[in-house]
C-alpha cells in the first residue's frame, strides 16, 4: 500500500508538463483548477494540523480520510502546469518554479512520500497521537518546501 501510494503521487503530483493539458483547458482555467486543488490540499491539512496541535479531537480515520482526499487530488496537478499558465495574471507561483521544474517535481516526491507514509501509518489499528504528529509535521513540511521556494506571499 506505501509504495503505491509514493508511486501515485510522486510520480504524478508534477509528473506531467502538461503538454497535452495545453490543449484542454484555457490557460485561467487551468490555474484557477490548480488553485481550487490546492484549497483542498489546505482544508484537508487543516484538519490534520488542528488535530496534531489538540485543537480539534484526534481521530485516526478521518485522519486516514483527509490523506486518502489529498492523494486523490494531487495527481490531478500534473494538468494544470503547462508554459501557456505562466502569464496569467492572479497567481501566487514565483517565476522561479517555472525556472526549476524538476526542483518542483523532487520537492512533490517528498510530499509524496510523506503523503504515503501518512495513508499507510494511519490506516493501521496502533496510529496515535504520538505517531500522528510527525507524520502530519512531515506532510506539513512537504507543502513548505515548495512554498518557501516557489510561492509569492
Known amino acids: 500500500m506505501l509504495k ?7 510520480l504524478t503530483f508534477l509528473g506531467s508538463t502538461g503538454v497535452q493539458s495545453a490543449d484542454l483547458f484555457k490557460p485561467e482555467d ?3 483548477y490548480r488553485q481550487a486543488i490546492y484549497q483542498v490540499f489546505a482544508a484537508q491539512t487543516g484538519v490534520m494540523g488542528g488535530m496534531s496541535k ?4 484526534f481521530d485516526a480515520a478521518e485522519i486516514n480520510k483527509r490523506a486518502m482526499n489529498i492523494g486523490k487530488v494531487a495527481p490531478m496537478l500534473g494538468d494544470t502546469y503547462f508554459p501557456a499558465t505562466r502569464d496569467v495574471k ?3 507561483l514565483k517565476p522561479a518554479a ?3 521544474m524538476q526542483g ?4 512533490g516526491e517528498v510530499f509524496g512520500k510523506a503523503l504515503g507514509e501518512l495513508i ?14 510527525p507524520a502530519i509535521g512531515a506532510l ?3 507543502c513548505k518546501g515548495c512554498h518557501d521556494d516557489y510561492r509569492a506571499k
Open 4 to 10: 503505491k501510494a509514493i508511486t501515485l503521487v510522486a
Open 30 to 32: 487551468a490555474v484557477k
Open 54 to 57: 489538540g485543537d480539534i479531537p
Open 90 to 92: 492572479g497567481t501566487k
Open 98 to 100: 517555472w525556472n526549476d
Open 104 to 107: 518542483m517535481q523532487a520537492k
Open 120 to 133: 499507510t501509518a494511519s490506516a493501521k489499528p496502533d496510529f496515535d497521537l504520538k505517531k500522528a504528529r
Open 140 to 142: 506539513l513540511q512537504g
